[in-house]
Nanobody, 122 residues
Framework: QVQLVESGGGLVQAGDSLRLSCAAS????????VGWFRQAPGKEREFVAT????????AYADSVKGRFTISRNNAKNTVYLQMDSLKPEDTAVYYC???????????????WGQGTQVTVSS
């Protein structure tokens, strides 16, 4: 079992940076794939980024590639999402996820945080 709590969301202007954090509890965190999804009002939840457990493999949505970076610190049981050059279309609730599979679909992940709001003004 893994519990996830996000933090770091807020209101920023276009072009600014923001770093989201996700504190995890549970014995299986270090062996879990971790990632981020987001959901904007009136839209479906979409994949943002993922990072594998030990190998360090990463994948990003095309819309954030080159601007967002996912990292993890297994010693601190924490996942990060560094977001640079933010755009108004990045406005959404961001969810931290963890699971046994390395994938891009919501169903690939067993555990979800409650989400943190990111709002980017133009």
């Amino acid at each position: 079992q893994v519990q996830l709590v996000e933090s770091g969301g807020g209101l920023v202007q276009a072009g600014d940076s923001l770093r989201l954090s996700c504190a995890a509890s549970g014995r299986t965190f270090s062996s879990s794939t971790v990632g981020w999804f987001r959901q904007a009002p009136g839209k479906e939840r979409e994949f943002v980024a993922t990072r594998s457990s030990y190998g360090g493999a990463t994948a990003y949505a095309d819309s954030v590639k080159g601007r967002f970076t996912i990292s993890r610190n297994n010693a601190k049981n924490t996942v990060y999402l560094q977001m640079d050059s933010l755009k108004p279309e990045d406005t959404a609730v961001y969810y931290c996820v963890a699971g046994r599979r390395y994938g891009l679909a919501p169903g690939d992940y067993d555990y979800w945080g409650q989400g943190t709001q990111v709002t980017v003004s133009s």
